[in-house]
Each structure stands twice: as C-alpha cells, then as structure tokens.
C-alpha cells in the first residue's frame, strides 16, 4: 500500500520526510509500544504504529530498517523525535486515531502483520 | 552461555531467506488466480471430462456459492470400478473437508499438509467463501517466484554498489598477520536520551565497510538492545565493536552493579526494569532474548557488584 494512501485512511499530518512520501510503498505493520516487540520481529517492508513520542521510536524504526513511523491518538512527538527522523530521512506522521482504530483501518486495506524473528 | 549455530546443509543465507518467506507470505498470495469448480449435480462423467480438459487431479464442489466438499481423481477411479460413472458427484463427493484460510501464513499452510497428507486445499476468506485453492505446487511457484522478485531486486542493488568491495572480499586483498577495525563508544547510564545512537553510529560505519543489509540488521537491533541495557541499569559503560577477517563481535561492558542471577535475566519477560524505563518503551524482558535471537553467538558474564560483560559475535553471511 502507498504511504499516501496510508497518510490519507489514517488522516494523518505529516511532520518529517514529507518529500519522500510518494517514493514509499508498504504491505506491512508493525505496531506496539514495547520497543522490544518491534526489535524482536523479523525484517519486513513495513511501518511503525506507535503511542511512544520520544526519539527512541524513530532510533527503533531507524534500526530495523523500517520505512516510517505513525504516532496515535493525536500525540505530538517530541521536538528531538522530529528532528531525528528527519535527520533519518524518516517519514514521521500522527493521526488522532487510536492505536485499535488505526490498525484496523490498514488491515481492512490489505496490510498486514509482521512475524517473529526466527 | 554460548549459543551454536545449529544448521547443516544448505548455505544458512539461503536457508533463512526461504525459512522467513514461509513466515511472511500468506495463503492468498501463492493462490493461483483462477480455479475450477463442480456442482453436486453434475454427473461423474462430466467430471471425467473437466479433470481431463483442464489436467486436474481433483477440484472442489459448490453449491449456491458455498463450497460442499472435494472431488478427486481417486474418486472417479471408485466410482468407475463400481460401475457408477453416472452418479451424481454428490453421492461420490468427500463432506469432510479441511479447509485453509486465505490470510493464514503459508507457514500454517505447509503443516496442513505434512498432518492431513491431501494434497490440495480449498482457501476460504473470513466470511467462509471459497476464494481458491491450493495445492504443493502452488506453494513451491509462490516461493519461486517471490525468490525471483528478491533476486531481481538485490540482484539491480548489486549492480548499483559493483564497485563498492563487500567486507570479505576486502580481507581477503590484504595481507597481514593480523587485520581489524576496532570501534569504541562511550554510554551513559540512568539515562535514554542518547540511546541508539552508538547502535546506529555503529550500523552507519558497517554499513560503509561493506556488510551486507541483513547482518547489519542483526547487529544494529543487538546492539542497541545492549545499549537501552547500559543505559537503563547500569551506571554507564562502552559498547565495543571489532570488524574481523571472519565477521564482527560486539562486546558491551559496565562497571556494575552485575546481574544477581543471569539465568533468569534471559528468561523472556523477565525484568527488573523501573518505571521511567518503561514510560519510554523499554523494560519488556525482551531485550536480551533479542540479542541471542540476533546474534550467532553470545556469552553474558557478570558479577555483582562489579558489573556485566556481553559478547555477540555475527558471522559474515556474504
């Protein structure tokens, strides 16, 4: 799925990476708050859904290689987490939706889960 | 502890690329597109001719858009030695059917058919809809040909970076007694602020030796596992990383207070991890179970109150 078409399911706004947006294109989720369960599954094209707002969710996607970072419930990141992913060239959005929402929302549309390291 | 690499065989790139495959693809996405069904009504005669028009071994039954049970070539044998070729198929049909879904992972799908032995399976969608069907043979094209797609595309990466030597290569044109690249990072402790960045520093350089994307996953996501750990319980250390011939060990050391009981420490869900830790997304008792998970192998000493000293050792897979 188009992170464009992600942006606009989840009416996000789009605080960094926003000049890469159109060159990115996903099938899969990750979404947690427990940084270990995202570092503890195995590599896939995905995005990261998130409640956490501090630079360690854009330092986790950034490790894992994961192509951008959603922040829910309307949670503004801190300004460091901002200026990290953009330093990463990591596109950062937020949407006010909650985090069962949210996924739900990209589920229906065909993405999916992420399985865990072997 | 020391942890061994236990396969055998196949190169153990290769093995873990069609092992993660099985995690990832689903059902649906190996499901040939198109399929061809029966009604119950229909004779077994013309059951003859549809197998054989369409080089069919068995094919499911339908009625009103539900899906009522399977057909085989086997069964048409029974029927023929029973002199019953004009039988209705729903007289000759197996009912009890065993089913797959179309998001379940191919995974779940391969042991189906190692259980039951039937060698294919009508794919329903959560709404109980048969959407298609697969067979051994729709399993195997599936991987091939999301193998052909993976190759294609490092296949294209590999041509864009030909000239950039991989880490190995360069080791083998020099020539001394002894050649590595050492990497020393200073981390603080009671504090998350900076955590990740010597993980990441460390993956950039690594990176710009020429280790391969997959190994420096491996290594990125452990070390800064190791790196929340210092930060979050000790009170400060170094993360030191030391590039080799054969691969890469990453060691992280802290001057205590040491880990009471080590075997407990990597049971997973295990910690001991306060509360600010925690807020900012750490603490699950996972780090180290991730660590073991990435590394090829890894050994954990510690002593109280003197502190921890971790190794991680990463083989080079290309």
Same mark, same amino acid.
């Given at each position: 799925?188009?992170?464009?078409?992600?942006?606009?399911?989840?009416?996000?706004?789009?605080?960094?990476?926003?000049?890469?947006?159109?060159?990115?294109?996903?099938?899969?989720?990750?979404?947690?708050? #427990?940084?270990?369960?995202?570092? *503890?599954?195995?590599? =896939?094209? &995905? %995005? @990261?859904? /998130?409640?956490?707002?501090?630079?360690? +969710?854009?330092?986790?996607?950034?490790?894992?290689?994961?192509?951008?970072?959603?922040?829910?419930?309307?949670?503004?990141?801190?300004?460091?987490?901002?200026?990290?992913?953009?330093?990463?060239?990591?596109? #950062?959005?937020?949407?006010?939706? *909650?985090?069962?929402? =949210?996924? &739900? %929302? @990209?589920? /229906?549309?065909?993405?999916?889960?992420? +399985?865990?390291?072997? | 502890?020391?942890?061994?690499?236990?396969?055998?065989?196949?190169?153990?790139?290769?093995?873990?690329?069609?092992?993660?495959?099985?995690?990832?693809?689903?059902?649906?996405?190996?499901?040939?597109?198109?399929?061809?069904?029966?009604?119950?009504?229909?004779?077994?005669?013309?059951?003859?001719?549809?197998?054989?028009?369409?080089?069919?071994?068995?094919?499911?039954?339908?009625?009103?858009?539900?899906?009522?049970?399977?057909?085989?070539?086997?069964?048409?044998?029974?029927?023929?030695?029973?002199?019953?070729?004009?039988?209705?198929?729903?007289?000759?049909?197996?009912?009890?059917?065993?089913?797959?879904?179309?998001?379940?992972?191919?995974?779940?799908?391969?042991?189906?058919?190692?259980?039951?032995?039937?060698?294919?399976?009508?794919?329903?969608?959560?709404?109980?809809?048969?959407?298609?069907?697969?067979?051994?043979?729709?399993?195997?094209?599936?991987?091939?040909?999301?193998?052909?797609?993976?190759?294609?595309?490092?296949?294209?990466?590999?041509?864009?970076?030909?000239?950039?030597?991989?880490?190995?290569?360069?080791?083998?044109?020099?020539?001394?007694?002894?050649?590595?690249?050492?990497?020393?990072?200073?981390?603080?402790?009671?504090?998350?602020?900076?955590?990740?960045?010597?993980?990441?520093?460390?993956?950039?350089?690594?990176?710009?030796?020429?280790?391969?994307?997959?190994?420096?996953?491996?290594?990125?996501?452990?070390?800064?596992?190791?790196?929340?750990?210092?930060?979050?319980?000790?009170?400060?250390?170094?993360?030191?990383?030391?590039?080799?011939?054969?691969?890469?060990?990453?060691?992280?050391?802290?001057?205590?207070?040491?880990?009471?009981?080590?075997?407990?420490?990597?049971?997973?869900?295990?910690?001991?991890?306060?509360?600010?830790?925690?807020?900012?997304?750490?603490?699950?008792?996972?780090?180290?179970?991730?660590?073991?998970?990435?590394?090829?192998?890894?050994?954990?000493?510690?002593?109280?109150?003197?502190?921890?000293?971790?190794?991680?050792?990463?083989?080079?897979?290309?």
């Amino acid at each position: 799925m188009k992170l464009r078409e992600i942006i606009s399911l989840l009416h996000a706004e789009v605080l960094a990476g926003e000049d890469l947006i159109n060159g990115i294109d996903v099938d899969r989720c990750y979404s947690a708050d #427990l940084m270990s369960d995202v570092l *503890g599954r195995s590599h =896939a094209n &995905g %995005i @990261l859904i /998130t409640g956490i707002t501090n630079p360690q +969710a854009i330092r986790t996607a950034d490790i894992a290689d994961i192509q951008a970072v959603c922040v829910v419930r309307g949670k503004q990141p801190e300004a460091e987490a901002v200026a990290l992913a953009k330093q990463k060239d990591l596109p #950062l959005f937020i949407t006010k939706m *909650g985090m069962f929402e =949210a996924c &739900g %929302i @990209l589920y /229906t549309n065909g993405l999916r889960g992420v +399985a865990e390291r072997q | 502890m020391t942890l061994e690499r236990k396969e055998q065989g196949p190169p153990p790139d290769r093995m873990t690329k069609t092992q993660e495959m099985v995690y990832e693809l689903t059902v649906g996405e190996v499901m040939p597109p198109t399929m061809v069904t029966v009604a119950p009504g229909q004779t077994m005669a013309e059951l003859r001719v549809l197998l054989r028009d369409n080089r069919l071994s068995g094919t499911p039954v339908v009625e009103n858009g539900k899906l009522v049970g399977m057909i085989s070539i086997e069964d048409l044998i029974n029927a023929l030695t029973d002199n019953a070729i004009n039988a209705p198929i729903r007289e000759r049909m197996k009912t009890k059917v065993e089913c797959l879904y179309a998001d379940e992972l191919l995974v779940h799908c391969i042991a189906k058919f190692s259980k039951f032995g039937y060698r294919r399976y009508p794919v329903l969608n959560r709404n109980n809809e048969l959407v298609g069907i697969v067979t051994k043979g729709s399993i195997v094209e599936g991987l091939l040909k999301k193998l052909e797609v993976e190759y294609e595309q490092s296949e294209s990466k590999a041509a864009l970076t030909r000239q950039r030597p991989t880490m190995r290569k360069f080791f083998e044109d020099v020539t001394a007694d002894e050649i590595s690249f050492a990497f020393k990072y200073n981390i603080a402790g009671q504090t998350l602020k900076d955590a990740g960045k010597a993980a990441s520093e460390l993956k950039n350089a690594l990176k710009k030796l020429g280790v391969c994307p997959p190994l420096l996953r491996r290594i990125g996501v452990a070390t800064y596992e190791a790196e929340i750990n210092l930060a979050s319980y000790t009170k400060g250390g170094v993360i030191r990383a030391q590039v080799e011939k054969w691969g890469v060990t990453v060691e992280a050391i802290d001057t205590g207070p040491g880990i009471p009981d080590v075997e407990k420490a990597l049971q997973p869900g295990f910690s001991t991890a306060p509360d600010w830790v925690r807020e900012l997304g750490f603490g699950a008792g996972m780090g180290l179970v991730n660590m073991n998970k990435c590394a090829d192998e890894m050994n954990l000493r510690s002593s109280v109150p003197e502190g921890t000293h971790l190794t991680m050792q990463f083989y080079y897979t290309s």
